[in-house]
């Protein structure tokens, strides 16, 4: 470890840390723009000029290395000389209008001109004027003048976001940032390079001057779109959520967050917000008061039980409701006397009572995943189901040659280097792994599986298998598409299987932000699960924070039950045609910025959170409305008087790891290999069914400039050509879709209208037709037989 | 043919213009003896670094960085790939003479840049051909493929266990990919914007891969080193100035073109050798190492020899040995304002005092040149270009700095008269008549 | 598909020979040369063939773009069938480059980088050729170097030029 002085103060540096880094630590600032410690080393802007003993030239700190004996001099007038030549610089064609800049008042530039430049300018020639761009909903790149060069948005679409859409055209003092042709940018990280300009030319789109910095309030928060748990800054005004920044935290987000994590709060202004509690009279939906409502729900669940048991009572929340949320939920409808109740709404398969269900989880701390050897990532469109993940992966194959293999039903670009890529029909996932598991079987000379005998390893399956092997950190992940499929528990006993021959060990890539504080909150069914409930349809439901059309598995089959019952309470923030046509009871909760409450993780980070505005209108937090619920029910326990109070009491601050990490946190499963499971579908068309990021829950679906992305396209029937020409339907023309009911059920069958689009990503045999939207919310399972044909 | 002259040729000598370039010729010349003798008596790369470094060849791109000493930075015995690159990207005003080498002679340049690879272990080869002159990258190619043909090029050459694969990169119009890691970077696929060092190319080059790069000149000399020694070569220049240079002459002379000539050799002599001064008019100036070595005046530079010590010590630099000839009917103010457009044009527009201060000190100048001037612009000038040299990632920074320096100091006064009479000292048509492109016979 | 419909095969063949320079995985460095390529035969770089060639080296469209504008000679605008361009650097000015294109000016009736109507000569200013010594110099379409250029031999060449 060199040993160097800084300004006086002598210290170790770690070896190969540049001086910049040393000082970090030291808590000397060093002015500088393009440098960003995520991004490599551009030394471009040379704002950070430091005077090196000995050296002739002042020395950018930034790329250069710490070295034995070094003294550095950080405001030397050597060093104050060559900072403020290149402030004069910097500023030379730089609009000089900071009070009409939407980055004022939070502008690097701005800043360092202040405490670096000089008075008056010495420029006199004409300033060079950049046009602005269009660059799609989010990113605004109107001020380009603005830009001053330091490519780190460039580098982090290369770098970060693993793809290149911005680039520096021309040279001289003509550079300057465009995207192809005035593409726009799609990446699913594209806010963070609002965050990396350090001056006013990438803005963001829907904030744009919408309010200066200084007058905005800034609170934490956790974002409730993935099992990331990404830490946020929220920032008000006036009781408005304003923006949205990522608040740094290594372990977790970094020091990003998914566009989705960014711009979903506009959703939170929506239109649709339900300010009023509801109930059906004579037929009408009528707005009244909290006591009439929730008398009202307090009087039909009572009525329900009393005359039919309180077995045909079923709850089903949202998996990104607080975990204070669905405990109380669970305990409201337990207290009742059933067990009907989940948190897995797009789940179709569960293990048989009786096997016990830890709370599945990713099997490791989140910051891991730069340091596995190898990773296999079992159905998932990783990128767009959880783009911080999938980033971090990105990073750790790039930088710590972690093999990355993914099994999934599309050949989507997961934008980093890949092991292996296989792509199966959705049929065939379950035996895909199977090969993986014979393969690493038969190459550890250990028993194979009983139920694997017909199962022959190919060439993937083999490299697979061997990467799982070599000696090392390994995991074996099951992602979104893994957990929702027909046989989502054989999947995971054969990943179990694999996990025992080679070592590796099972994580849960769960999509939606409290997955696991949904295990650990209760709303576990001892009765009938977020499937059975609605295809043995009962008498009443509640349905908290989730629009049961868009949301779950089988959308027709859910709403054939909702229709079908005596009473339908929702608790929800948002309210649709659809819920008007079947919901008895609307009852207004907050989203996640107007309550207080807690998200567990992936790896079981309990973050709790406060309500950064007050809730809108009369809506209520959801933890308040069950506790009065629960009381006016005169049911046990629902005295608490905080959202914290219900925390403790479901994870008692004692029983967690290093005071914020749940315990009880278990992915092992115990049940023999079904061979049936293993044998893909035969001489029908499937369906693969994702769910695209912006459609993944209600408040993302309601967030203007989300929807107006490419990635939120209305969904279309994408075939391969093969698949198209066996259909006979033509690319380009629309197509009538179809669904047959469930086995065993009267309903869940339906039928959509799209376009059909070629795409050879998708497995033969299969149409890709995306979940989560209303215009194929008409049909049926996101798995199982599709019929396609023109119309 | 534009080697017009020479004293003790030996890179030039025997040439025959556009009639000897092929693989015959040179090897007629004595061409491939060298190396034919390092692979026949298997001469250790240790061997032939020593005398490389006997010969005191330095770079002949514009640095002057002792080649031998160069050759040793490289982890010879590393696995893996390891690159060497030619530089002929010559683009810095008033240098031309990489072109006559590519012309005349590139088998020189083949079988130098195959010495150089078995003396520093690469296992390939790149020279990046400066996009103008695409006849001479198309000659070039044309004589690789008579090398390959002849086995003195790519898999074990000439029946030995030495494989190196030679290739030609061409550039296409950007002065900065002279610079060793732009042009690294525009091998990559990529815009040649230089790269901070360290790293330095010998640990971090081509594809993140140990590698040398080393000028067209520089390469040349090798088989000639290595077929009359060292110390032979050294004895052809001067003490620390080792061998024969190919010098440009530009400009105001009766016969501009290169000339080969020790080392050392007085500048009046080449200006002789030259022609002398057009139409015998009177000597004003001279750049003495390619634009951006800063002008000396007439005086100081009848008085330089011309090797790197001489003209150190009057203030400027060999350079890359273009001799850019200037008489008293040039406007110097012009003769700048020129030279910063180059600089502001040229800059790669990365890093902000080079990409900024080129674009400023340009737009000063031409304001000056355009009778424009403000008598606080000449302190502005200096001060700029204070704020620009050793400021910037590569020395183009330097490079557009020091004209404007040089000028100013040795110029002065004919600056201070435009921006006082919003005119130039020198008559217009004085200096329209002074390029003779209206009088030259065809 | 798209880069088939803006790469024909003999284009596709000059550029794998390109690739074969460099080591297999860098492809990428061939993109100089195959943009010269495709400029070479539709006579300027129209965006989708930057496209054509960024997706056929299987780089991002707005690399190839970046270089495609860092470097001189690609021409993203359509030019006329000859682009002369003439180095007026100060080597070549002090032989009368300036004086050359200000000559060429007048002659073709156009402005720096600018096209004569019928669509024949495109006029553009260069920097150094390394040839200096044969100033003033121009460049016939990025291939063929004229040299000594006195008006006498401008007339010769533009005469020649079809
Ligand atoms: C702006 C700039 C332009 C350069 N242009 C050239 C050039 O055209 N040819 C060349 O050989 N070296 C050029 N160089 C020098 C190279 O960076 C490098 O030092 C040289 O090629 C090394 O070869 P040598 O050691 O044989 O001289 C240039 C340097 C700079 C900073
Ligand atoms: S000094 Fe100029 S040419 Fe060199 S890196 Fe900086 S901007 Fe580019
Ligand atoms: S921060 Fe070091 S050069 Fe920009």
Sequence with gaps: MPEIEIDGIVTQAPDGATIMEVAEQLGVYIPHFCYHKKLSIAANCRMCLVQVEKAPKPVPACATPATNGMKVFTHSPLAAKAQQGVMEFLLINHPLDCPICDQGGECQLQDLAVGYGMGASRYQEEKRVVFHKEAGPLVSMQEMSRCIHCTRCVRFGQEIAGVMELGMVNRTMHSEIVTFLGRSIDSELSGNMIDLCPVGALTSKPFRFAARAWELSRLPSISPHDSVGANLTVQTLANRVMRVLPRENEAVNECWISDRDRFSYEGVNSPERLTRPQIRVDGKLREVDWSVALDYVAHGLRDIVNTHGADEIAALAAPWSTLEEMHLLQKLVRGLGSGNVDFRPRRMDFAPSGVPAGARWLGMRIAELNELDTALVVGSFVRKDIPLFAQRLRQAAKHNGTRVTLISLGNDDPLMSMHEHVVVAPSELPAALARVVKAAALQCRVPVPAGLEAIVPDIPSEAIATSLRVRGRSMIFLGRVAVQHPHAVQIHVLAQHLSDITGAKIGFFSDAGNIVGGYLSGALPSARNAHSMFTDPRCAYVLLGLEPELDCHNPQLALAALRQADLRVVLSPFVSETMREYADVLLPVTPFTETSGTFVNAEGRVQSFKGVVRPLGDSRPAWKVLRVLGNLLELEGFNQDSSEEVRDAVLPPASLKDGQFASGLDNCIKLPIDAAALVPAKGILERVADVPIYFSDPLVRRAPALQKTNDAQAPTARMSSRTLAQAGVVAGSLVRLRQESLAGSASGAGEAMLTAVLDDGVPDGCIRVSAGHPSTAALGAMFGAISVEAV | ?442 | MQNSLMLTPELIARIDREIAKYPVEQKQSAVMAALAIAQEAAGWLSPEAIEAVASYLEMSPVAALEVATFYNMYDLKPVGRHKLTVCTNLPCMLSGGMHALEYLQEKLGIGLDETTPDGKFTLKQGECMGACGDAPVLLVNNRHMCCSMTPAEIDRLLAELD
């Design chain 2, 1 to 442: 043919m534009a080697i017009l002259g020479s004293i003790n040729p030996i890179l030039t000598a025997g040439l025959d213009g556009d009639r000897s370039w092929r693989l015959a010729d040179y090897v007629a010349r004595g061409g491939y003896s060298a190396l034919r003798r390092i692979i026949a008596e298997r001469t250790t790369p240790e061997q032939i670094i020593a005398e490389v470094k006997k010969s005191v060849l330095r770079g002949r791109g514009g640095a002057g960085f002792p080649t031998g000493l160069k050759w040793s930075f490289m982890p010879r015995t590393l696995p893996g790939d390891k690159y060497l690159i030619c530089n002929s990207d010559e683009g810095e005003p008033g240098t031309f003479k990489d072109r006559d080498l590519l012309r005349y002679n590139p088998h020189a340049v083949i079988e130098g840049m195959v010495i150089a690879g078995y003396a520093i272990g690469a296992t390939r080869g790149f020279n990046y051909i400066h996009g103008e002159i695409w006849e001479l990258y198309q000659r070039f190619e044309d004589a690789l493929a008579e090398a390959r043909a002849e086995g003195l090029v790519g898999k074990h050459i000439l029946g030995g266990d030495f494989t190196f694969e030679l290739f030609a990169h061409h550039g296409y119009g950007a002065y900065i990919c002279g610079e060793e890691t732009a042009l690294l970077e525009s091998i990559e696929g990529k815009k040649g914007q230089p790269r901070f060092k360290p790293p330095f190319p010998a640990s971090f080059g081509l594809y993140g891969k140990p590698t040398t790069i080393n000028n067209t000149e520089t390469l040349a000399s090798v088989p000639f080193i290595l077929n009359m020694g060292g110390d032979a070569f050294l004895a052809a220049g001067k003490a620390n100035n080792g061998g024969p240079k190919l010098f440009s002459v530009s400009g105001h002379v009766e016969r501009p073109g290169n000339y080969e000539v020790p080392m050392g050799t007085p500048f009046a002599t080449l200006l002789e050798m030259a022609g002398g001064v057009r139409g015998g008019r009177k000597l004003k100036g001279v750049i003495p190492g390619g634009s951006s070595s800063p002008v000396l005046s007439a005086e100081l530079m009848m008085d330089c020899t011309m090797d790197y010590d001489s003209i150190a010590k009057a203030g400027s630099m060999l350079g890359s040995g273009a001799v850019i000839v200037m008489d008293e009917t040039t406007c110097m103010v012009k003769a700048l304002e020129r030279l910063s457009y180059f600089y502001y044009e040229e800059s790669c527009g990365q890093c902000t005092p080079c990409r900024e201060g080129t674009g400023w000190l340009y737009k000063i100048i031409q304001r000056i040149e355009n009778g424009l001037g403000r008598p606080e612009d000449l302190d502005l000038l200096s001060s700029i270009t204070g704020n620009i040299m050793g400021r910037t990632i590569c020395a183009l920074g330097d490079a557009a700095s020091m004209p404007v320096q040089s000028f100013l100091k040795h110029f002065r006064d004919e600056f201070a008269y435009h921006i006082e009479h919003g005119r130039c000292l020198v008559p217009r048509e004085v200096q329209r008549a002074g390029s003779g492109f209206f009088t030259a016979s065809a």
